[in-house]
């Protein structure tokens, strides 16, 4: 059984700072990883992708990756209110269209 | 907006009703998808479509029932459902199944009382 697990939150941050959302997954084999933003009431829109090991920078999020240890984090810089959200992780095998998804983790940015 | 639409957005229906909601998407993708997104669960994958074939049905009740007359436009017939069925159910496309960038509609709301 492929899981993905986020801390549920809620995180709060205060605005203008970092907020660090972290993902861990089972499957060793995974080679996909996803961040998708959702907000209450919508569907879910993606924010970055991330396939090697590493940074990925996009604006203010960077998406970190480290298979060794099956960790994916999001890290948001000058947070908004408007970051309030539920942000989910999903993870995705080698040649597979299965994401798996995390439950998410909920943002509250506070002004 | 993703491009891809879905109707309705909103739906009641009773546990002898017959239903369908509709996808459609306008990015040229190959591959669409039905999730089922239940309060407090992750995102449940429930058909995957590539090429008008279905590739993917991932144990799901037979009184959910899929329909994929071209690749633009992905169909779930619903009969006899639930209460627990009640849920927000999401249509995705991606340009083919293979670690593609999935793109979620605004889903449809369902309630089945």
């Known amino acids: 059984q492929k899981e993905v697990e986020q801390n549920s939150g809620p995180l709060s941050v205060p605005e203008g700072a970092i907020a660090s959302l972290n993902c861990t997954y089972s499957d060793r084999g995974s080679q996909s990883f996803f961040w998708y933003r959702q907000y209450s009431g919508k569907s879910p829109e993606l924010i970055m992708f991330?396939?090697?090991?590493g940074d990925k920078e996009d604006g203010r999020f960077t998406a970190q990756l480290n298979k060794a240890s099956q960790y994916v984090s999001l890290l948001i810089r000058d947070s908004q209110p408007s970051d309030s959200a539920t942000y989910l992780c999903?993870?995705?095998?080698?040649?597979?269209?299965?994401?798996?998804f995390g439950k998410g983790t909920k943002l509250s940015v506070i002004p | 907006e993703t491009g891809v639409t879905q109707t309705p957005r909103h739906l009641v229906m009773g546990m002898t009703n017959k239903k369908s909601l509709k996808c459609e998407q306008h990015l040229g993708h190959n591959a669409m998808y039905w999730y089922k997104q239940s309060a407090k669960k992750p995102l449940e994958l429930m058909f995957v479509y590539n090429f008008k074939e279905q590739t993917e049905n991932n144990s799901v009740p037979s009184r959910f029932s899929p329909e994929c007359p071209n690749s633009s436009h992905l169909f779930l017939h619903l009969h006899t459902l639930q209460p627990e069925d009640s849920a927000l159910y999401l249509c995705?496309?991606?340009?083919?199944?293979?670690?593609?960038?999935?793109?979620f509609g605004p889903g449809t709301r369902l309630l089945v009382l």
């Open positions: 999903a993870v995705a095998g080698a040649g597979s269209y299965q994401l798996t």
């Open positions: 991330i396939y090697s090991n």
């Open positions: 995705a496309s991606s340009q083919e199944t293979d670690q593609e960038t999935q793109y």
